[in-house]
């Protein structure tokens, strides 16, 4: 039978007051996954309640010079009393306990702060040709691309708004709430998704971010230099907003083609070979070279259903003039087939 975890038995042990037993039981529970979310919660909740003292280095050493001052006469004393063969064991033993507690709290801290996105979030990730669904607390769907990122608050999500971390590319199928509660999409590259309910995917990677609406209304928050800009999209529209935060708005006459991803299909128009390996790379890591000029320019158009780098090169290599070669794991080098 499943022991009878509590919150008060969970404070108890990260206070560090229960028993082996007990310990050895609630590290068991915790490892189920439906246990998981409420071990979080009741966690975050004893952060709050027992904040830990920030680190204040200068306080520190100042509190450090006045004990140090304080006790010089007396430190003065004990090493002029010190013969030559003798050792301060007792003077270095403080020094020694002073800066190992300091050295544990720094410590304990920068560990809070690498493992804050572990415990404030749910992070949901895929890796290289991986395609997964996210059903939301709310009800709304997203859908994750490749080697992307999506973060959602373990609490407070849905209390006073629907907040969303993405790093990479996702589809959104966000609900309309009965409180018309605003649903919003942070990216890396200071571009935000503010919605009610709607359709739409995002591409946030390094190179750039993208935004294309399938239906519904957003509203489209981001900074250009050092401007505040907002953006309202309608039905079609496809904007782009480059490294510099400028946005360019166009209309696309299939807007359900920029999710075709969910279904491992890649729809090009007059796309070049240079730009679709850019692609290749950022949905399977497969590192695309292209040694000639005039094949970096040759253009793409088409429908095509592919798992891999190689079974899509495999299809549009077939019609086209050129080859590929595999180089290693990850590299692909694509030639001239005439020159070869």
């Not at 050493?61 to 006045?66: A, F, P, S, T």
């Not at 004393?77 to 709290?105: C, F, H, M, N």
């Not at 519904?216 to 480059?242: F, H």
Request: contains cysteine; proline residues 3%; charged residues 25%.
């Amino acid at each position: 039978m499943e022991p009878d975890i509590t919150r008060e038995i969970v404070f108890s042990y990260l206070k560090g007051n229960t028993t082996a037993l007990q310990k050895q039981l609630i590290e068991e529970w915790a490892k189920h996954k439906e246990n998981r979310e409420q071990f979080f919660e009741w966690l975050y909740e004893y952060e709050r309640i027992n904040q830990q003292y920030p680190v204040d280095v200068k306080a520190g050493y100042e509190r450090y010079l006045e004990w140090k001052n304080s006790h010089a006469g007396e430190d003065n004393l004990r090493l002029d009393s010190l013969q030559d063969d003798e050792t301060p064991v007792g003077l270095l033993s403080g020094y020694v306990k002073l800066i190992a507690a300091s050295v544990i709290l720094v410590l304990a801290c920068f560990v809070g702060w690498l493992l804050r996105d572990e415990i404030l979030y749910q992070n949901y990730a895929t890796a290289y040709g991986e395609v997964r669904k996210v059903d939301l607390p709310d009800g709304s769907k997203v859908v994750l691309n490749a080697n992307s990122r999506l973060f959602v608050p373990r609490f407070g999500f849905g209390d006073e708004k629907r907040e969303v971390r993405l790093s990479g590319e996702a589809s959104f199928n966000v609900i309309h709430t009965q409180n018309h509660q605003r649903f919003i999409v942070l990216t890396d590259k200071h571009v935000n998704i503010e919605v009610l309910g709607t359709e739409f995917n995002v591409y946030a990677r390094p190179r750039g971010t993208q935004v294309v609406l399938n239906k519904g209304k957003v509203q489209l928050n981001y900074l250009e230099g050092n401007a505040d800009k907002i953006l309202t999209m309608k039905p079609g529209d496809l904007v782009t907003v480059d490294g510099n935060g400028a946005a360019n708005v166009r209309k696309t006459a299939q807007p359900a083609n920029f999710s075709a991803w969910k279904f491992h299909r890649f729809i090009f128009e007059n796309t070049s070979l240079s730009e679709i390996g850019i692609q290749l790379q950022e949905h399977f890591g497969t590192k695309i070279i292209i040694q000639d000029q005039a094949l970096s320019d040759l253009t793409i158009s088409g429908s095509f259903t592919a798992m891999d780098a190689e079974e899509l090169l495999d299809i549009l290599s077939e019609p086209s003039d050129f080859i590929y070669e595999k180089k290693g794991k990850n590299k692909i080098v694509i030639l001239n087939k005439k020159l070869k």
